[in-house]
């Protein structure tokens, strides 16, 4: 499986919204182009591109934090 010409081995990281086109080679010619892993057949994604001058998003959320006891117990000692 290509997606964009990079190789995957699954469909389930491609979001369905976003293909454009899907083509299956299955003779002799995709293995010569694409190697031995090709011997069965290509499948190519082609997905869809972004409209020019379009926003790019990128969102972050996470935590930080400490854990530090508030008091210290008080041990015994061996003669107590």
């Known amino acids: 499986i290509l997606v964009d010409g990079i190789p995957t081995n699954s469909f389930n990281d491609?979001?369905?919204?976003?293909?454009?086109s899907i083509s299956v080679l299955k003779d002799a010619s995709s293995a010569a182009i694409y190697g031995a892993r090709a011997a069965n057949g290509?499948?190519?994604?082609?997905?869809?591109?972004?409209?020019?001058?379009?926003k790019l998003t990128v969102n972050y959320n996470g935590y930080?934090?400490?854990?530090?006891?508030?008091?210290?117990p008080e041990f015994v000692n061996s003669w107590e």
Do not use: C, S
């Open 14 to 20: 491609i979001d369905p919204n976003d293909v454009a």
């Open 42 to 54: 290509v499948i190519l994604v082609t997905t869809k591109t972004g409209a020019a001058g379009g």
């Open 64 to 72: 930080y934090g400490i854990q530090k006891p508030t008091a210290f």
